[in-house]
């Protein structure tokens, strides 16, 4: 009776396996590549060098009045920091997706991160929001009023990752969406805040957000 029993206990902790391996395989594509564990570490290092940099423009502003009045030498540096944090993480967003990718074998084959990337609904989501953001950059360098620049790359990466976060059905797209979408607003409504205190409290906090927010359980 016993030995019967172990065995109507094994056989259903196997099903129970085959079942929870099935429910993996068929878990989309697009939300295996862009669970938030895989960008915690981008977001959290991109929210550091953003804010890091915007105090540091901050700071020169109010040293010398205006940037372009710093010496070149501190120019060039600070120039040279934002080209050398900026590469640094692109490279490191690069290997986060690679290790993910690798991680997840066949499933995450390149034809199928491909046709999850520019499916259908992700095209006419996100396509949409950075061809509308690209024209009315374009119109504020035409007018020059770059200062309202801030608040609309904010939106449309808060449109971006509300999108992001409706289909991959995870908070920290969402939260964080949220974030970049109401602080621009508040960027529009007070335009006597410095341009880089906005960059600072809008993309800065918004990406250190995503960063520390824990991980979905799915």
């Given at each position: 009776m016993t030995n019967t029993t172990n065995q109507q206990l094994t056989e259903m902790m196997e099903e129970i396996q085959s079942i929870k391996s099935i429910i993996n395989q068929k878990k989309p594509v697009l939300h295996v590549l862009l669970h938030p564990?895989?960008?915690k570490l981008f977001m959290l290092?991109?929210?550091?060098?953003?804010?890091?940099?915007?105090l540091a423009y901050y700071y020169l502003e109010q040293r010398y009045g205006v940037f372009r009045a710093s010496p070149e030498s501190i120019r060039q540096v600070f120039k040279g920091l934002v080209i050398a944090i900026g590469t640094a993480l692109f490279a490191l967003l690069f290997i986060l997706w690679s290790r993910s990718i690798k991680k997840n074998g066949g499933k995450l084959a390149g034809e199928h991160v491909m046709s999850a990337l520019f499916s259908f609904r992700v095209i006419n989501l996100l396509l949409p929001v950075r061809f509308l953001a690209f024209v009315l950059i374009l119109y504020c360098i035409d007018k020059e009023t770059y200062y309202y620049i801030i608040p609309i790359l904010s939106i449309a990466i808060g449109l971006q990752f509300n999108f992001l976060g409706c289909m991959t059905e995870t908070k920290n797209y969402v939260v964080s969406g949220y974030w970049f979408i109401l602080t621009a607003i508040i960027v529009f409504l007070f335009t006597s805040i410095p341009a880089s205190l906005a960059v600072l409290i809008s993309l800065?906090?918004?990406s250190l957000?995503?960063?520390i927010l824990p991980n979905p359980e799915k």
């Amino acid at each position: 009776m016993t030995n019967t029993t172990n065995q109507q206990l094994t056989e259903m902790m196997e099903e129970i396996q085959s079942i929870k391996s099935i429910i993996n395989q068929k878990k989309p594509v697009l939300h295996v590549l862009l669970h938030p564990k895989h960008l915690k570490l981008f977001m959290l290092l991109t929210g550091v060098g953003v804010s890091v940099l915007s105090l540091a423009y901050y700071y020169l502003e109010q040293r010398y009045g205006v940037f372009r009045a710093s010496p070149e030498s501190i120019r060039q540096v600070f120039k040279g920091l934002v080209i050398a944090i900026g590469t640094a993480l692109f490279a490191l967003l690069f290997i986060l997706w690679s290790r993910s990718i690798k991680k997840n074998g066949g499933k995450l084959a390149g034809e199928h991160v491909m046709s999850a990337l520019f499916s259908f609904r992700v095209i006419n989501l996100l396509l949409p929001v950075r061809f509308l953001a690209f024209v009315l950059i374009l119109y504020c360098i035409d007018k020059e009023t770059y200062y309202y620049i801030i608040p609309i790359l904010s939106i449309a990466i808060g449109l971006q990752f509300n999108f992001l976060g409706c289909m991959t059905e995870t908070k920290n797209y969402v939260v964080s969406g949220y974030w970049f979408i109401l602080t621009a607003i508040i960027v529009f409504l007070f335009t006597s805040i410095p341009a880089s205190l906005a960059v600072l409290i809008s993309l800065g906090c918004g990406s250190l957000l995503f960063g520390i927010l824990p991980n979905p359980e799915k």
